[in-house]
């Protein structure tokens, strides 16, 4: 019922830049938070940023000062990724976590995952 779209991986040089954008749809109350997570390879799924239904927002260590997460009135998430490093090659999944109600517990949604690779 609920689906995320992503787009905006690709391939670029490092000290380059990327926004990723996550479109979520379906029946959806209220989102609780939304967010990006990445794996590279060899490596498990980690956090990179995440805000709230607040606007409140959350960056891991490797990405700050570099990285904004921003989202819209309504279902879509962005994530600007600048000066890119060759250690941010990874797929970049987005993550939902929402309401089907507006007191029901919270779901949780993944995206199909977005390829980011940065060369040298």
């Known amino acids: 019922q609920v689906q995320l779209v992503e787009s905006g991986g690709g391939s670029v040089q490092a000290g380059g830049s990327l926004e990723l954008s996550c479109t979520a749809s379906g029946s959806i109350s209220s989102i609780v938070v939304m967010g990006w997570y990445r794996r590279a390879p060899g490596k498990s799924r980690e956090m990179v940023a995440t805000?709230?239904?607040?606007?409140?927002t959350q960056y891991a260590d490797f990405v700050k000062g570099r990285c904004t997460i921003s989202r819209d009135a309504g279902y879509t998430v962005n994530l600007r990724l600048n000066n890119l490093k060759t250690g941010n090659t990874a797929t970049y999944y987005c993550?939902?976590?929402?309401?089907?109600?507006?007191?029901?517990?919270?779901?949780?949604?993944w995206g199909p995952g977005t390829r980011v690779t940065v060369s040298s």
């Open positions: 993550h939902l976590g929402y309401k089907i109600t507006r007191h029901s517990p919270r779901w949780r949604e």
């Open positions: 805000i709230d239904r607040g606007g409140r």
